[in-house]
Each structure stands twice: as C-alpha cells, then as structure tokens.
C-alpha cells in the first residue's frame, strides 16, 4: 500500500530550529517532495530530494534516507510568516504520481 | 497572470446538481491533475493525465469525471453532487521529461466548493 504519515501539528518559537518528520511507504520510489501551504491557499514547492543526504536551500533543508522511508524538513530561524502547513508528497514509480502526507501545521510564536 | 486558473474560486451548490470545475495552465505542461483536500487527509488524487489523449483515475474517482479539453485545459465534473464531496478542489500541473527526477507540481489557488 501506499502511505504517508508526518506530525498532525508543531509549535516552534520565532528565531528557532524545527525539524518536521515524515515517513513514506509507495510501491516503488522516484524522489520526496516538500511543500508550503498557508491557510487558504495553493501549496508551493520548497524542496527536493531523490538520493540519500542533505539538500540545503537557504533557511530550509530537507534529508532523505531512503532505506528508511524517512525524510525530514529542517527549518532554522523561523519567522512568523513560516507559520503555515507543511506537506510531505512521495513520487512513486508505478503511475509517476505523487502521495501526499495529511500535512503537518507549524505554529510560529513570538 | 498566474500561471494556473481555477473557475470558479468558490461554489455553493445542492445535492443532485451537476457541477463543473475548470483548470487552464500557461506553463505549457502536458501533465494536469485534480485533487481535493479535507482537513486531516491532506490532498487525495482525482484523476490525472499525462497528455491530451491520456485521461486516469486516481485514488477517488468515483463520483467524480474529466474532460482534458485542450493541453491547457482539464475539468472536473461531479454528475450528481453529494454534501461530502464538500471541499477544497485543487488543480495541478507537471512538467515531467522523460527520466527527468524533478518533476514538482504547480497548484492552481483552489476551488472551495460546497454541497448542501
């Protein structure tokens, strides 16, 4: 089956680090999606990863272990505008089409 | 302009009607999807498709049809709208080369439909 799972919500402090967690199950695996979507509005793509490791995009990075369906999104000094859901998608490689997580809601408090 | 339209961006309707959302690009992708969100459940895949010619079902297709008009154009018909089929109708689209990995999906601003 396919699955994905992630935090249903996080509260982090204004200038802190949070780490948002997801694990993925899919027949077959073709790259790990991270995406931003405030209350209201269209999700937006923030990162990438099909190989194992670090991928780093200014405040926000994400990590993939694919021997462990795992994947993380790392964001460091976080603003009040990072307030918002954060969605987990796996590509799988059967139908080329994407799964996504039930989101995670980050609260950001002064 | 924005890249991906929804019409309309909100619909209140009644049970039994029928229903149609609309999807345009301008990004000149061949792949278009539907999905809905419900709180909790994040987004579940409608149907999907991969060129003009190409039409799928994907996760929860019952209740649900398309039409892919055009390259640019995907709609999404419910025949007979039922209350739980009220929420949040999102359209995507992709730009996926042949082995190419990075194949993100671009949203649409949603269509927030309701069914009393």
């Known amino acids: 089956g396919q699955n994905i799972d992630q935090p249903t919500e996080m509260t982090a402090t204004e200038g802190a680090i949070v780490q948002i967690n997801c694990t993925y199950q899919?027949?077959?695996?073709?790259?790990l999606f991270w995406y931003q979507q405030h209350a209201g509005e269209a999700p937006t793509f923030l990162s990438y990863?099909?190989?194992?490791g670090l991928e780093e995009k200014g405040r926000f990075s994400s990590f993939l272990s694919r021997s462990k369906g795992y994947s993380y999104l790392l964001l460091k000094e976080l603003q009040m505008k990072d307030s918002a859901s954060y969605l987990c998608?796996?590509?799988?490689?059967?139908?080329?089409?994407?799964?996504f997580g039930p989101g995670t809601r980050l609260s950001v408090l002064p | 302009d924005a890249d991906v339209t929804q019409t309309p961006r909100n619909r209140i309707t009644k049970t039994g009607k029928r229903i149609m959302l609309e999807c345009s690009q301008t990004k000149g992708h061949d792949r278009m999807y539907w999905y809905r969100q419900d709180p909790g459940l994040g987004l579940r895949l409608i149907y999907y498709?991969?060129?003009?010619?190409?039409?799928n079902k994907g996760e929860i297709s019952d209740g649900y049809s398309v039409s892919r008009q055009a390259q640019a154009k995907f709609s999404l018909s419910l025949e007979s709208a039922i209350p739980n089929q009220t929420a949040l109708y999102f359209c995507?689209?992709?730009?996926?080369?042949?082995?190419?990995?990075?194949?993100?999906?671009?949203f649409g601003p949603g269509t927030r439909l309701t069914v009393l």
């Open positions: 498709s991969f060129d003009v010619k190409d039409i």
């Open positions: 998608a796996a590509r799988d490689n059967y139908g080329q089409n994407f799964v």
């Open positions: 990863n099909v190989l194992d």
């Open positions: 899919t027949s077959g695996f073709n790259g």
């Open positions: 995507a689209t992709s730009d996926a080369l042949a082995g190419a990995p990075t194949d993100t999906q671009y």
